[in-house]
């Protein structure tokens, strides 16, 4: 995610079964069946995700009526009981109608936004099972204590849904965490006229009588829940194929106004960053499938929703280019997207990784080199400033996207480039994104891994850059340059770099 800087100071089937990204274990039963818990254990956001089960699939069909604003939809979930349950939660903030667990009916209770499921018969430990819930209503009505904006935002002609580290409540019920990925299928029924776009491929676009057509798009590639994203609207789509042979699909709404004429611009070259990407970072993790969509709405910040990222246009104020903001959620695929967070403490790894790729592209494309971007931006915040008594590694709940972890997160990777060399710096890079490929990682596996690849102990390295709330010393053993020049000096010989 990369948030619009004027928002900164704000911010606040059965077949399916086979396709299972987590094996089923058959596990004999293991005591009574009891509820599951209604958080995942993530110590920032005890209440996201559930527990006592894990997705393999979800089948999301929904309707969306801009007129109206209403939604009605049906979500199929198969998912493996890792407990003998009883009753399960679901996170989840529209009505529902009508829940079927084994297609039998289940009975259900609301606790805030978890749907709580009890079904027939309790499930047991290691077996699958199939929950469908029908539900409609008003997405843009809902508000959920402790969210500074929502993730359903209305458009011009009509809307669209993405969020992190929270999204699904809004359009289908989920265990709504990064820890529980799984593929997705979504279909979009809309007017005739309108697009409607999410993650993967496109399926199948038909048009029925009645003046409606249903876009279906399949992810099939294990998928956070935050990386899902509907948009329905008047949108430009254009597709077609990289240098590379990955197919693309990007979608800009349609208008003139110089913000979307500029962002077509940058989109355009979106084929052309993931292939420089790639150069990075190795193979691009996930089914032939890329693009971008921009929205004629105000969402506030961009999103690296899997595939196919989701930009505000503000990104393209006064229809200026603005290629890092491409570069940084492309980036997200490998880092975020593919190798995902444990829990949202982790979150360095995710927009550290994104928002050095964008020094990386300026170096490599006439811009500064990043170690420039490394001194002006160390020169630019004195020892004394509170801005290095933010912990990175431990930013807080609610404090995941604050500048320290992008900007503190890309100079603790310069410094390690220093330290290990170009060379090792991107073997390390390459190599986390295969070893944790789509996987869930945390920042200990992180610091653990690059010891273990660069025959170095890191610890006390990472230890300072991103556990520590201080200015780290300009010192070689903490990747600096030799002989760096002191601060005044150094404040100095980047004057200009501060003044853009
Ligand atoms: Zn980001």
Redesign the pocket.
């Known amino acids: 995610?990369?948030r619009r800087k004027s928002l900164l100071v704000a911010a606040v089937g059965t077949a399916v079964i086979l396709l299972a990204p987590v094996a089923a274990t058959a596990a004999p039963d293991s005591g009574k069946p009891s509820p599951g818990a209604p958080g995942i254990g993530d110590p920032y956001y005890p209440g996201y995700g559930n527990g006592g089960y894990d997705v393999a699939n979800y089948d999301i069909h929904v309707k969306y009526e801009p007129t109206t604003k209403v939604l009605t939809g049906t979500t199929t979930i198969v998912a493996t009981a890792t407990q003998a349950l009883s009753s399960f939660d679901l996170d989840f903030a529209l009505k529902a109608s009508k829940v079927t667990v084994n297609h039998q009916p289940a009975k259900t209770s609301v606790n805030g936004f978890e749907l709580v499921v009890t079904p027939s018969r309790p499930l047991r430990e290691g077996v699958p099972f199939v929950v469908t819930v029908d539900y409609s209503g008003v997405p843009s009505s809902i508000n959920i204590p402790g969210f500074s904006s929502s993730p359903w935002v209305t458009t011009a002609d009509g809307a669209v849904g993405l969020g992190e580290p929270e999204n699904s409540a809004w359009w289908f019920p989920a265990n709504d965490h990064p820890l529980d990925k799984a593929y997705y299928q979504v279909s979009i029924t809309a007017p005739n006229g309108l697009s409607a776009l999410s993650n993967g491929n496109l399926v199948s676009k038909r048009s029925a009588p009645g003046g409606e057509t249903t876009w279906k798009w399949a992810e099939l590639r294990p998928e956070a829940t935050y990386l899902a994203f509907m948009a329905v609207g008047k949108y430009d789509v254009k597709s077609g194929v990289s240098k590379s042979g990955l197919p693309y699909t990007t979608a800009v709404a349609q208008g003139t106004d110089p913000e979307l004429v500029a962002a077509t611009k940058d989109i355009d070259r979106t084929p052309e960053i993931v292939d420089w990407l790639q150069q990075q970072w190795g193979r691009y993790p996930f089914r032939r499938a890329i693009g971008g969509v921009v929205p004629n709405g105000n969402i506030g910040y961009a999103l690296?929703d899997q595939t196919r990222p989701v930009y505000d246009p503000g990104f393209w104020a006064g229809g200026k280019s603005n290629i890092s903001v491409v570069v940084?959620e492309n980036a997200?695929q490998w880092f975020g997207d593919s190798v995902s967070v444990h829990h949202w403490r982790d979150m360095w790894l995710?927009?550290g990784f994104?928002s050095f790729s964008e020094w990386l592209w300026a170096e490599t494309h006439g811009g500064d080199s990043a170690q420039k971007s490394f001194d002006a931006l160390y020169a630019s915040h004195p020892a004394a400033d509170d801005w290095w008594k933010f912990i990175v590694a431990e930013p807080g709940p609610h404090h995941e996207f604050d500048s320290p972890v992008y900007d503190r997160g890309s100079l603790a990777l310069q410094a390690f480039r220093n330290k290990v060399g170009d060379a090792m710096f991107h073997q390390v890079l390459r190599g986390w994104a295969v070893a944790h490929r789509y996987g869930n990682a945390t920042i200990e596996d992180f610091v653990a891994y690059a010891s273990r690849v660069s025959g170095q102990d890191l610890k006390n390295f990472f230890q300072v850059w991103l556990f520590t709330g201080a200015r780290p010393a300009p010192t070689v053993a903490n990747g600096f340059p030799a002989n760096y020049p002191t601060t005044s000096k150094l404040a100095a010989q980047t004057k200009s770099a501060l003044r853009k």
């Open positions: 995610m990369k690296e940084h997200h995710n927009e994104a």
